[in-house]
């Protein structure tokens, strides 16, 4: 995982070029003009845009991918995500492969993500968004980025 103020993307340059396009994306594209739902970039990546609210930690899921990495960007609002690497978790769910997305339980770390900034998930990133305890509204870009086959 990792996790910054999108005013520091550059310094993620060596990542990739799929990641500074990620990157790029989220500080050229004005998401105002742009409606909740997905949008499709280029044939490896695609914008999951949503409004929500925060949740009470019981609500929330841990998740995990393993054909895409998230990269999320908080547009507008604060939440908590939680984050911890892969290890001996034990799943609640089977791999949903149309969906990409497998469950987890386990102790997580929480950081305070907030307007401005940006975190990148690994597959081996578990992680848990949308936390908060007081219904906070959130505006959240989701830029997925497929892995190579």
């Known amino acids: 995982m990792i996790i910054d103020k999108i005013k520091n993307y550059r310094q993620y340059s060596g ?35 949503s409004d929500y609210e925060t949740r009470n930690i019981a609500e929330c899921k841990t998740e995990a991918h393993r054909k895409y990495i998230d990269v999320q960007f908080i547009i507008k609002g604060q939440e908590l995500v939680g984050y911890a690497s892969l290890g001996n978790q034990s799943t609640i769910t089977d ?6 997305y497998i469950l987890y339980n386990g ?43």
Not at 21 to 32: G, M
Not at 95 to 100: S, W
């Open 15 to 49: 990542l990739g070029s799929n990641i500074l396009s990620a990157l790029e994306y989220i500080t050229k594209t004005d998401f105002a003009e742009i409606e909740n739902g997905r949008h499709d970039i280029d044939d490896d990546m695609y914008l999951l845009l």
């Open 95 to 100: 791999y949903d492969e149309k969906n990409d």
């Open 107 to 149: 102790d997580l770390s929480f950081i305070n993500f907030h307007e401005g900034m940006f975190a990148i998930f690994y597959p081996d990133d578990l992680h848990m968004p949308g936390v908060g305890d007081n219904n906070s509204p959130i505006r959240k870009a989701v830029l997925k980025i497929k892995l190579p086959t």
